[in-house]
């Protein structure tokens, strides 16, 4: 149990197209999700807590007009990069915290692999 | 500030060897304290965990210790293997709802 999907796995576009990235909880109802980025040897940076039915609240330092986050239900959030830049190209990772679980686990879910252009 | 120091930032060892690696947090209210392992391109694997009611916890050659007054925890592998060869993050709760990762350690295991 506890499994996250998310889609795609990679994807390559030109700078200044939009991509939007799914995260999804496969068995578990997740009211919050989070999403972060990785750039090559470095650690996850927390980008944003993304809860359903409200909207996300960002780390300092990440522009919400750029990473638009949207949590419609509770094992579904999206992440949308918009107007990316070759800047953007990271590894985004989401996670679910699964619906009354005191303590903060996460699933993770594989990774999609941005590279712009 | 929300902070979570990791040491060392790499650590290689031979085969059959221990290793550890330490982690200090800046936020008391902590109360959850996972550990990582990462390969190269995918997701992080939660290996174990500690919560903030437990002083040490061990799984097989895994072990994790905890000192809340110092604000401390640090994970410990025995008997390494190659295959324990990987990329190994500790992590920390703050403000109760969304957890702050340390930098990363590089563990090489040499046959």
């Known amino acids: 149990g506890a499994v996250v999907s998310q889609h795609p796995s990679w994807v390559i576009c030109k700078s200044g197209t939009s991509v939007k990235i799914e995260c999804r909880s496969l068995?578990?109802?997740?009211?919050?999700m989070f999403w972060y980025r990785q750039f090559p040897k470095q650690s996850l940076m927390l980008m944003a807590t993304s809860n359903e039915g409200s909207k996300a609240t960002y780390e300092q330092g990440v522009e919400k007009d750029k990473f638009l986050i949207n949590h419609a239900s509770l094992t579904l959030s999206t992440l949308t990069v918009t107007s990316a830049h070759p800047e953007d190209s990271s590894f985004y990772i989401c996670?679910?915290?699964?619906?009354?679980?005191?303590?903060?686990?996460?699933?993770f879910g594989p990774g999609t692999r941005l590279t712009v252009l | 500030g929300e902070n979570v120091e990791q040491h060392p930032s790499t650590l290689s060892v031979q085969e059959g060897d221990s290793a550890v690696i330490k982690c200090t947090y800046s936020d008391s209210a902590s109360n959850y304290f996972p550990w990582y392992k990462q390969e190269l391109g995918k997701r992080p694997q939660l290996i174990i965990d500690?919560?903030?009611?437990?002083g040490e916890k061990k799984d097989q050659r895994i072990a994790v210790t905890l000192n809340k007054t110092a604000k401390h925890f640090s994970l410990h592998i025995t008997e390494t293997q190659p295959e324990d060869s990987a990329v190994y993050f500790c992590a920390a709760t703050f403000n109760t709802d969304k957890l702050i990762f340390g930098t990363g350690t590089r563990l090489q295991v040499f046959p």
């Open positions: 068995d578990f109802q997740a009211t919050t």
């Open positions: 996670s679910a915290r699964r619906t009354g679980d005191f303590y903060n686990e996460q699933f």
């Open positions: 500690i919560r903030s009611n437990v």
